[in-house]
């Protein structure tokens, strides 16, 4: 049996309204989750919860292991370098410390420019590539994502979902991947859940490790078209 890196158990949430009734799922050790769901329908909302970041909920969620969070903005401090934001998590900045964050950020595509830049001197991309590359440097054993690849032109999106899928998979490093763009998640998720609108509920749970491109699309578009009626 998979060891469970992260379990939610019956979530639910609401601000002025319901957002999240009884949400539950689990993360396995290795595994990329894919969570997808309508706008607004709570997908963030739950991914916080999952980070600890929110504790005004009803249910259970278990987490083993350190976790790090990509957020939608990519929260660079403006007056530090790529590198240095990128170096921000690190508690000890020794050689092999150092040399892992170096190796997180060439895999996902940052030049030695890029790594001397400020944040407000490079692109979108470059930015969002130096934030995941910043959660990627503590080295977390769970990895949780809000639209990493969102505001992306083409060819940068594809490369840096290659890149990143490779080393998740080389490190051993579970994700869950919050997007509203299927692709994403058909492209790299083992696992992918979907969500309802809200107060939203887990429509469907799809298993896709194993799965090809033309399957995986069949799959999820079935549960899609199952929700519209």
Same mark, same amino acid.
């Given at each position: 049996?998979?060891?469970?890196? =992260?379990?939610?158990?019956?979530?639910?949430?609401?601000?002025?309204?319901?957002?999240?009734?009884?949400?539950?799922?689990?993360?396995?050790?290795?595994?990329?989750?894919? &969570?997808?769901?309508?706008?607004?329908?709570?997908? +963030?909302? $739950?991914?916080? &919860?999952?980070?600890?970041?929110?504790?005004?909920?009803?249910?259970?969620?278990?987490?083993?292991?350190?976790?790090?969070?990509?957020?939608?903005?990519?929260?660079?401090?403006?007056?530090?370098?790529?590198?240095?934001?990128?170096?921000?998590?690190?508690?000890?900045?020794?050689?092999?410390?150092?040399?892992?964050?170096?190796?997180?950020?060439?895999?996902?595509? $940052?030049?030695?420019?890029?790594?001397?830049?400020?944040?407000?001197?490079?692109?979108?991309? +470059?930015?969002?590539?130096?934030?995941?590359?910043?959660?990627?440097?503590?080295?977390?054993?769970?990895?949780?994502?809000?639209?990493?690849? +969102?505001?992306?032109?083409?060819?940068?999106?594809?490369?840096?979902?290659?890149? $990143?899928?490779?080393? $998740?998979?080389?490190?051993?490093?579970?994700?869950?991947?919050?997007?509203?763009? =299927?692709?994403?998640?058909?492209?790299?998720?083992?696992?992918? &859940?979907?969500?309802?609108?809200?107060?939203?509920?887990?429509?469907?749970?799809?298993?896709?490790?194993?799965?090809? =491109?033309?399957?995986?699309?069949?799959? &999820?578009?079935?549960?899609?078209?199952?929700?519209?009626?």
């Amino acid at each position: 049996m998979a060891e469970v890196m =992260l379990e939610a158990i019956g979530i639910r949430k609401s601000f002025s309204e319901l957002v999240l009734d009884g949400i539950s799922l689990k993360l396995d050790k290795g595994e990329i989750l894919g &969570i997808v769901g309508p706008n607004a329908c709570g997908k +963030t909302t $739950l991914l916080r &919860i999952l980070a600890g970041l929110d504790d005004s909920y009803e249910g259970e969620v278990r987490r083993k292991g350190s976790i790090s969070m990509v957020f939608q903005e990519d929260r660079l401090l403006p007056w530090k370098t790529l590198f240095e934001n990128i170096c921000l998590g690190l508690k000890y900045r020794g050689r092999r410390e150092i040399r892992e964050a170096l190796n997180y950020a060439m895999r996902l595509g $940052l030049s030695e420019e890029d790594l001397r830049s400020f944040p407000g001197k490079v692109s979108g991309g +470059t930015r969002r590539k130096a934030a995941i590359a910043r959660a990627l440097a503590i080295e977390p054993e769970v990895l949780l994502m809000d639209e990493p690849f +969102t505001g992306l032109d083409f060819r940068t999106m594809i490369n840096l979902r290659s890149s $990143l899928a490779d080393l $998740l998979r080389e490190k051993g490093i579970s994700a869950v991947i919050v997007s509203h763009q =299927l692709e994403d998640l058909l492209a790299i998720a083992d696992r992918c &859940i979907v969500m309802t609108p809200k107060p939203s509920r887990v429509r469907a749970e799809l298993q896709m490790r194993g799965m090809g =491109l033309e399957d995986r699309v069949n799959a &999820i578009k079935d549960v899609l078209i199952g929700m519209i009626g």
